[in-house]
């Protein structure tokens, strides 16, 4: 349900995360506006950067009704303002799976020279996005994978299952350091009927194991600041002793430190997941439990609206040896911690 920091790893395309709090029109002129935004930059090096023919990208998400979810349509709608060869038309996002449906087929109907679908769920929009392909329009899928490759051309997305062991390994080595023996992990996971939910814990379960450790307390929230305060006071009721926790998300994250702040628990840290400007600047400040968080980030948006540009223009990623766009792209989960917040506060979102 809710889904690194590709502005470091220019090798790519030099795309990057952009903020969050802009505030933007349903559908993007071809002439980008100068913004007073330093958390914006460039989606594109070198001949990349330089206009070429005209694209009209259509662009189709779920309702912003999470602050992660929230980002990924501002980065898409900001990354396309900065190409002055892009026209966005964008649809209102929905979580009504045959409303999304609709919208698409409408952007198909419009003929969109490429569309960027973030499906509400993968396995139902799959057709339409088959649909798209069949009719010559490149898809680029975004996060939630749709059942056949025969539905996108190519796909970016977040990496559930490293997100896991990337927490878990922080987690481990932290203890390790500290000589804390047989430590007890609590872990807030998000929906567990979720396949990336079920990814993230295994990883994080298997990098525990090759510690030596294992996950002790473990509860399922909604991936909601209330749930993820329920749940996580009943997780600290049942554990009298705790060494460290890893929540999965950081929108539930604003929860989870309420629930620990209300049981007065200041006994062990904590880790969040996706990579929130509000857990970075816990983080920061470090006064509290929260001391890392491994990203999810949605600046695979921008990269997604890069990336349509370039499939429209027939071009490869400017810096790999391939002509063409590769077929997936999985972002990488980079942890963030006090030592390095500085540098990826650019992907921050509002949770």
Sequence with gaps: ???????????????????????????????????????????????????????????????????????????????????????????????????????????????????????????????????????GIPVVNVDRVFDTPLAYRTWIGGDNYRMGVNAGNYIAERLQRENVNNPVIGEVAGIDSLPLTQERSQGFRDALQRHGFSVGPRVSAEFTPESGERQTANLLQGAQTLHALWNHDDDQGVGVVAAIENAGRNDFFMVGGAGSTNMMNLIKADSGPVKATVLYSPSMASSAIAMARLLGQNKGLGDLAEHEIPSELTTYSAVVTRENVDNYMDVGFDS
Aim: proline share 4%; net charge negative.
């Design 1 to 135: 349900m809710i889904q690194t920091n590709l502005a470091r790893r220019g090798f790519l395309f030099g795309a990057a995360g952009l903020g969050a709090g802009a505030v933007l029109a349903g559908c993007t002129s071809n002439e980008p506006e100068q913004q007073n935004n330093p958390q914006q930059e460039n989606l594109a090096q070198g001949d990349n950067a330089e206009p070429g023919q005209p694209v009209t990208i259509g662009f189709s998400a779920p309702a912003a009704d999470h602050g992660w979810m929230a980002a990924m349509t501002i980065n898409a709608r900001s990354a396309a303002e900065q190409f002055s060869d892009v026209t966005l038309n964008a649809t209102e996002g929905t979580n009504d799976v045959n409303q999304q449906i609709a919208q698409v087929e409408s952007l198909i109907n419009a003929g969109v020279d490429v569309l960027v679908i973030l499906p509400f769920d993968g396995k139902a929009l799959t057709q339409v996005g088959r649909q798209a392909m069949d009719a």
